[in-house]
């Protein structure tokens, strides 16, 4: 009888629980073994919770068509369907519908600056045609100027933490696609004849969409949790690693505790950094990371908008996002609760007291909050963003190279260095699941 493999799967974020989930399908072929630091599994999937209210650390918006709920069917089952409702608040501090309407734009720039700005769009079709820099790749698309009145400019350094130009083109084009889809003149001019309160930067295509449970991704992690048990998943919570080390054609783990334990395969999803040091092979050059500040509010009062997720478009204020948990959930004690997101650098001191002021004083001078705002508390994720400055690409390219070199498999958005959704990362899980079982089976 052929020999079962024994995999290690390093991580037990949405990445590593499925592809421990698809393996574990095929247990006559896998000895499935899933390593997780934290007590739980989920990692990003986190709450912070405060009078049994749940808060998410940002917006988590999954489609209905999310691999995770192909790996696990029940969990679909447990979360809640929504209206994907989201707005922004524009350059000029209006509500409007994300990114930006017709309307949105014509109430801050009048009719003549929108008529402008088309023309515009055609003369940057000429100027911008090389696309060589994110700016100039937007530009090519939208025109100039509704890159910068549209407030988008803004949004982007915000979302990247860096300026436009610094951004490496190749990475951030993976994200832009709708815009290339969406914003060519001919679009822009059909969406101006079909009227003012069409798109004119279409938001991306979330129709069948669900959030987590009210009471939080522990539900659907403790759900994964039972159904890879029952699959016969080794897990392994609250686990410490201290080496990573080849061994014969596999690997040897050694654990804090001091037993040790051979794995044919190991696919890592934790940190790059992390892995690099388990096998003793210290990374060159440091890979930059974006730190994310998670603000979290209740609200007595009047909410000066109506969308779920509304994004700060304007360049006045660094906050990114406030995702408004009771739009989803209920209002509790008759308070609205929600989370604002801040991207921060490496670099940056963090002054939470300063941060939160700033937030507080900027919306409620826009009149988003009229009542009371009642601060529960934050949290800071240190690797919410891998960062890919311009010409920088081929490091990381590399540093991940020589990792698989050494005979690892990389997956994930920690694991691959790689800002990918959570759609992706599990769509990219059962990608390799698939070649793992493909090597074994023919
Ligand atoms: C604010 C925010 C909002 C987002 N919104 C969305 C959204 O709406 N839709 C969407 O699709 N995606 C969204 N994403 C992206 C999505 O959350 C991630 O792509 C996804 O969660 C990444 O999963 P992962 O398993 O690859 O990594 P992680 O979730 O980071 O998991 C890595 C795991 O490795 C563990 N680990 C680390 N070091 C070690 C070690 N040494 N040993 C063992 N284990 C270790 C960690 O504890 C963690 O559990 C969002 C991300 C953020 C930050």
Redesign the pocket.
């Known amino acids: 009888m052929e020999v079962r493999k024994k995999i290690a799967i ?7 629980v499925v592809v421990a989930g698809e393996l574990a399908k095929d247990n006559t072929l896998f000895d499935v073994t899933l ?4 007590s739980v ?5 986190r709450n912070f919770k405060k009078d049994g209210l749940n808060y998410d ?6 489609p209905t068509s ?1 691999s995770l709920f192909k790996t696990f069917p029940e969990v679909k089952k447990i979360c809640l369907q929504i209206k994907n409702n989201m707005g922004s608040v524009t350059l000029n501090g209006n509500i409007d519908k994300y990114p930006c309407t017709i309307s949105g734009y014509i109430r801050d720039n009048g009719i003549s600056g929108f008529a402008s700005a088309c023309l515009n769009t055609i003369l940057c079709k000429f100027q911008h045609r090389d696309r060589s820099t994110l700016p100039s790749f937007i530009k090519y698309y939208i025109g100039a100027d509704i890159y910068e009145k549209s407030g988008l400019r803004g949004y982007i350094e915000r979302l990247y933490g860096m300026k436009d130009e610094e951004v490496d083109i190749e990475f951030a084009t993976k994200r832009l696609s709708e815009i290339q889809k969406a914003a060519s003149i001919k679009a822009i001019a059909t969406k101006a004849l079909r009227g003012r309160r069409t798109a004119l930067v279409e938001p991306p295509t979330l129709k069948e969409v669900v959030v987590r449970p009210s009471e939080g991704f522990q539900k659907i992690y403790k759900t994964v949790e039972k159904t890879l048990i029952a699959q016969g998943v080794n897990l392994s919570l609250n ?3 201290k080496s990573v080390n080849r061994k014969g054609e596999g690997f040897e783990i050694k654990f804090a505790e001091g037993t040790k334990e051979y794995y044919d395969r190991v696919i890592s ?3 790059i950094e ?1 892995i690099s040091r ?1 096998i003793d092979q210290p990374l060159q050059k440091q890979l930059e990371y974006k730190k ?1 500040l ?1 603000l979290f509010y209740r609200f007595s009062g009047e909410l000066g908008y109506d969308s779920n997720i509304l994004h700060n478009f304007t360049n006045k204020s660094p906050w990114k996002r406030i995702t408004t948990f009771s739009k989803y959930y209920g209002t509790y004690e008759g308070d609205e609760y929600f989370v604002v ?1 801040i991207t921060l650098g490496d670099e940056d001191k963090i002054d939470i007291e300063q941060q939160k002021q700033e937030f507080e004083r900027y919306v409620q001078n826009l009149g988003l909050f009229q009542g009371q705002l009642k601060f529960q508390g934050s949290l800071i ?1 240190g ?3 891998p960062v890919y400055r311009r010409n920088c690409l081929q490091g990381v390219v590399d540093t991940k190279q020589s990792l698989q070199k050494w005979g690892l498999e990389l ?5 691959e260095f790689d800002y ?6 599990a769509a990219n899980a059962i990608s390799l699941a698939n070649k793992i079982k493909a090597d074994y089976c023919n």
């Open positions: 390093l991580g037990g974020g949405v990445t590593g390593i997780e630091k934290s599994l989920g990692g990003l999937h650390i940002g917006a988590f918006v999954l999310h686990c410490e690693m999803t934790i940190p992390a388990l994310l998670s997101e994720i690797n919410a963003y997956a994930g958005r920690q694991g990918i959704s959570s759609y992706d990362a």
